[in-house]
């Protein structure tokens, strides 16, 4: 997962191979609620693991239910008629799926409770759920402005007295999270009668009222439905845990890898697992209006199978009313069809995570589409020509679908880089979309992105080189571990590090198992990061990084480093000799003195003994010997900037870099806060 500012993502041309996706974040919820309300233990498989799911274990716990939590399991131990703890204070993020749903059931449960979340979810409306819950006889406040949340539920005396007579009006036009919420409380007030709601005008989102009544049934809550205008909760209805529930996949998570495979998936395509074409949830409909677009797509159960047909795509003229989220995706699709694609009945967007009619045309402009935006409708036309395309900054509102949305948009056809601004956004639903894309994703290799930084020892090239590739999502490759694994290897092997086992330690070198785990090491499964950190370590890397066989034998290896989204390497020749095409090369350095000093108290630190003297005597020893050596001698490559770092700290050091990158890029800032 990505805790950066900013995610840069380089041209990508192709896309093929097999994602798993994570679980379903409407089923998630719902079904940890279920399991909340029913009597005994329910073992929730295939738990999306994301932040709404989070905010929503722990409100359970702090009402009282048993949570255990094992991967993507979870055991939910109910409350079973039992009144929740009382006095919680729930924060509930910007969870939609949380909120509505609990607000519900816990105005029906009696107690008292606070329910709040972040700035956005304060500005999502909450009011037809309110009223038709005031309607019945439930006691809720707003605690800032009115029909919206933070909210109060005040039910002191316990259980309201509830007014069940008349069928119970709620809005359908707003939001289908107030009609679920209603269907997944109402069961608690159906012991003696039939409870009905009705809805008032058109119902939106009715698939995912499908997958509400889908699940109340697993529950065994059978509602009945006319028309999705009128729906019945027959008298005597109780939850009861179906002992173990599986979660599907998140069908609308599935929109992006069949999107990339419709625009870009060539050889053995794109297949998805975790969700099939008999899935339960309304946004697998999104592959009808792919296949619309051109998109060859077969399936099963339990997978989706995508390649490219048609090329360009077709732009298509939809009712979308029935796929609201993953629609958002088509408009980002959009920007590969001959023609003009309209977007209809999406009014729904306006009240979501952000306003997402206003969010889409706003970053679809950036791109070089002409966009026309309207109360309920989107139309986007892609840009003229490759040459109209822009390199653009994409601002994500907190919003994880509109940043997964525009990550496609690195399959342009002008080969111009996307910015995703805060792509940690994502873990709302997909912590690990990234990763997955970068998993299907192919490109060139020379797009993808690599600073170097080189420079003489102890000029604090790996602690930058490191914070880099943290700030940039990057991957991080530190040469020079590399020799000193390989070092510690052939001294272990009873090798001799010089021209005499040469031969031996290339032939070792080609084969070792080495695995980099944020500032660990790992040589054949065993964590070798102290071992490596030693001033012997050190000393015996020089030797080998002299040796001609083993530094061809690492080059490979070293080559194997660059992945998307890009990398940060440090070392001694990476923009000589390694990666001589880097699009920033940095030669840090800094005095001798500074820099034995520098290793005086990093030995110091440690606990170890050291003696100035012979440390200076020592790096100045090892900077003759690395800058005379026949093979890749060390100096800076004609196009490096230097940064001499003998008066700043490894932090100014890393913004100056930083800065440097910047101005390299092609974004314009976003303007969006």
Same mark, same amino acid.
């Given at each position: 997962?990505?805790?950066?500012?900013?995610?840069?993502?380089?041209?990508?041309?192709?896309?093929?191979?097999?994602?798993?996706?994570?679980?379903?974040?409407?089923?998630?919820?719902?079904?940890?609620?279920?399991?909340?309300?029913?009597?005994?233990?329910?073992?929730?498989?295939?738990?999306?693991?994301?932040?709404?799911?989070?905010?929503?274990?722990?409100?359970?716990?702090?009402?009282?239910?048993?949570?255990?939590?094992?991967?993507?399991?979870?055991?939910?131990?109910?409350?079973?008629?039992?009144?929740?703890?009382?006095?919680?204070?729930?924060?509930?993020?910007?969870?939609?799926?949380?909120?509505?749903?609990?607000?519900?059931?816990?105005?029906?449960?009696?107690?008292?409770?606070?329910?709040?979340?972040?700035?956005?979810?304060?500005?999502?409306?909450?009011?037809?759920?309110?009223?038709?819950?005031?309607?019945?006889?439930?006691?809720?406040?707003?605690?800032?402005?009115?029909?919206?949340?933070?909210?109060?539920?005040?039910?002191?005396?316990?259980?309201?007295?509830?007014?069940?007579?008349?069928?119970i009006p709620v809005r359908g036009d707003v939001s289908s999270q107030f009609l679920t919420a209603l269907l997944m409380a109402l069961p608690l007030a159906a012991t003696t009668q039939d409870v009905v709601?009705?809805?008032?005008?058109?119902?939106?989102?009715?698939?995912?009222?499908?997958?509400?009544?889908?699940?109340?049934?697993?529950?065994?809550?059978?509602?009945?439905?006319?028309?999705?205008?009128?729906?019945?909760?027959?008298?005597?209805?109780?939850?009861?845990?179906?002992?173990?529930?599986?979660?599907?996949?998140?069908?609308?998570?599935?929109?992006?890898?069949?999107?990339?495979?419709?625009?870009?998936?060539?050889?053995?395509?794109?297949?998805?697992?975790?969700?099939?074409?008999?899935?339960?949830?309304?946004?697998?409909?999104?592959?009808?209006?792919?296949?619309?677009?051109?998109?060859?797509?077969?399936?099963?159960?339990?997978?989706?199978?995508?390649?490219?047909?048609?090329?360009?795509? =077709? !732009? $298509?003229?939809?009712? +979308?009313?029935?796929? &609201?989220? @993953?629609?958002?995706?088509?408009? #980002?699709? /959009?920007?590969? *069809?001959?023609?003009?694609?309209?977007?209809?009945?999406?009014?729904?967007?306006?009240?979501?995570?952000?306003?997402?009619?206003?969010?889409?045309?706003?970053?679809?402009?950036?791109?070089?589409?002409?966009?026309?935006?309207?109360?309920?409708?989107?139309?986007?036309?892609?840009?003229?020509?490759?040459?109209?395309?822009?390199?653009?900054?994409?601002?994500?509102?907190?919003?994880?679908?509109?940043?997964?949305?525009?990550?496609?948009?690195?399959?342009?056809?002008?080969?111009?880089?996307?910015?995703?601004?805060?792509?940690?956004?994502?873990?709302?639903?997909?912590?690990?979309?990234?990763?997955?894309?970068?998993?299907?994703?192919?490109?060139?290799? =020379? !797009? $993808?992105?690599?600073? +170097?930084?080189?420079? &003489?020892? @102890?000029?604090?090239?790996?602690? #930058?080189? /490191?914070?880099? *590739?943290?700030?940039?999502?990057?991957?991080?490759?530190?040469?020079?571990?590399?020799?000193?694994?390989?070092?510690?290897?052939?001294?272990?092997?009873?090798?001799?590090?010089?021209?005499?086992?040469?031969?031996?330690?290339?032939?070792?070198?080609?084969?070792?198992?080495?695995?980099?785990?944020?500032?660990?090491?790992?040589?054949?499964?065993?964590?070798?990061?102290?071992?490596?950190?030693?001033?012997?370590?050190?000393?015996?890397?020089?030797?080998?990084?002299?040796?001609?066989?083993?530094?061809?034998?690492?080059?490979?290896?070293?080559?194997?480093?660059?992945?998307?989204?890009?990398?940060?390497?440090?070392?001694?020749?990476?923009?000589?000799?390694?990666?001589?095409?880097?699009?920033?090369?940095?030669?840090?350095? @800094?005095?001798?003195?500074?820099?034995?000093?520098?290793?005086?108290?990093?030995?110091?630190?440690?606990?170890?003994?050291?003696?100035?003297?012979?440390?200076?005597?020592?790096?100045?020893?090892?900077?003759?010997?690395?800058?005379?050596?026949?093979?890749?001698?060390?100096?800076?490559?004609?196009?490096?900037?230097?940064?001499?770092?003998?008066?700043?700290?490894?932090?100014?050091?890393?913004?100056?870099?930083?800065?440097?990158?910047?101005?390299?890029?092609?974004?314009?800032?976003?303007?969006?806060?």
């Open positions: 997962m990505f805790a950066i500012p900013f995610l840069d993502l380089p041209s990508l041309h192709h896309a093929a191979g097999s994602v798993h996706l994570p679980g379903s974040k409407s089923i998630s919820n719902r079904v940890l609620l279920l399991a909340a309300l029913s009597a005994g233990t329910t073992v929730v498989e295939d738990l999306l693991a994301s932040d709404d799911t989070r905010v929503m274990l722990d409100a359970l716990r702090q009402l009282g239910c048993g949570v255990e939590e094992n991967g993507t399991q979870a055991r939910i131990t109910g409350l079973g008629g039992r009144t929740p703890q009382s006095t919680a204070k729930l924060f509930l993020g910007n969870a939609g799926t949380a909120m509505r749903p609990l607000t519900a059931a816990l105005a029906l449960l009696g107690g008292e409770y606070e329910l709040g979340g972040i700035p956005r979810m304060h500005e999502r409306p909450i009011g037809d759920l309110v009223d038709a819950l005031r309607q019945l006889g439930c006691h809720i406040d707003y605690l800032g402005q009115d029909g919206y949340p933070p909210l109060r539920i005040a039910q002191a005396d316990g259980v309201p007295a509830l007014s069940l007579d008349k069928p709601i009705e809805v008032v005008g058109e119902l939106i989102s009715k698939p995912y009222i499908h997958i509400t009544l889908e699940l109340l049934a697993r529950f065994g809550i059978a509602v009945r439905h006319e028309q999705w205008q009128r729906f019945t909760i027959p008298a005597g209805s109780r939850y009861q845990s179906p002992g173990t529930i599986h979660v599907e996949a998140d069908a609308s998570s599935a929109s992006y890898f069949i999107a990339a495979g419709a625009i870009a998936g060539s050889g053995q395509g794109v297949q998805v697992l975790g969700v099939g074409l008999d899935s339960i949830q309304g946004d697998i409909r999104f592959v009808e209006a792919a296949r619309l677009m051109g998109a060859q797509i077969s399936g099963g159960p339990n997978h989706l199978h995508i390649q490219r047909g048609a090329w360009p795509l =077709k !732009a $298509i003229d939809l009712d +979308c009313n029935h796929i &609201p989220d @993953a629609a958002m995706t088509l408009a #980002v699709m /959009a920007l590969y *069809a001959d023609g003009t694609t309209t977007l209809r009945n999406i009014a729904s967007w306006r009240v979501k995570e952000t306003d997402r009619i206003a969010a889409m045309a706003t970053e679809l402009r950036k791109l070089g589409a002409t966009v026309e935006e309207g109360a309920d409708f989107i139309r986007v036309t892609p840009p003229a020509a490759d040459a109209d395309w822009r390199a653009a900054s994409i601002h994500t509102y907190d919003d994880h679908r509109v940043a997964m949305c525009f990550s496609l948009a690195t399959f342009n056809p002008a080969g111009l880089p996307v910015r995703i601004e805060d792509p940690k956004c994502v873990a709302k639903t997909f912590p690990d979309y990234f990763e997955a894309l970068f998993s299907v994703a192919q490109t060139a290799e =020379k !797009a $993808i992105p690599v600073i +170097c930084l080189d420079g &003489p020892t @102890a000029s604090g090239k790996g602690t #930058v080189a /490191a914070a880099l *590739a943290q700030q940039l999502g990057y991957a991080f490759l530190d040469s020079g571990a590399l020799y000193r694994i390989t070092a510690l290897a052939a001294t272990r092997a009873g090798l001799a590090l010089d021209t005499s086992g040469e031969a031996a330690i290339a032939a070792l070198a080609q084969g070792l198992d080495i695995r980099f785990e944020g500032e660990r090491v790992w040589l054949a499964g065993e964590d070798i990061t102290t071992a490596i950190r030693t001033e012997e370590a050190g000393i015996n890397a020089s030797h080998v990084s002299s040796l001609p066989a083993v530094r061809t034998a690492l080059v490979a290896l070293q080559h194997s480093f660059r992945q998307l989204p890009g990398l940060v390497a440090d070392g001694r020749d990476m923009g000589t000799v390694i990666f001589p095409d880097a699009t920033l090369k940095v030669f840090l350095t @800094a005095s001798a003195q500074i820099r034995a000093q520098r290793r005086y108290d990093q030995l110091l630190a440690k606990g170890d003994s050291a003696n100035m003297s012979d440390l200076l005597d020592d790096l100045q020893a090892r900077d003759a010997r690395d800058m005379s050596r026949s093979v890749a001698p060390l100096q800076p490559a004609q196009d490096a900037l230097l940064l001499d770092s003998t008066s700043c700290t490894a932090a100014q050091a890393v913004q100056q870099v930083l800065g440097w990158w910047q101005q390299r890029q092609p974004f314009v800032p976003s303007t969006q806060g």
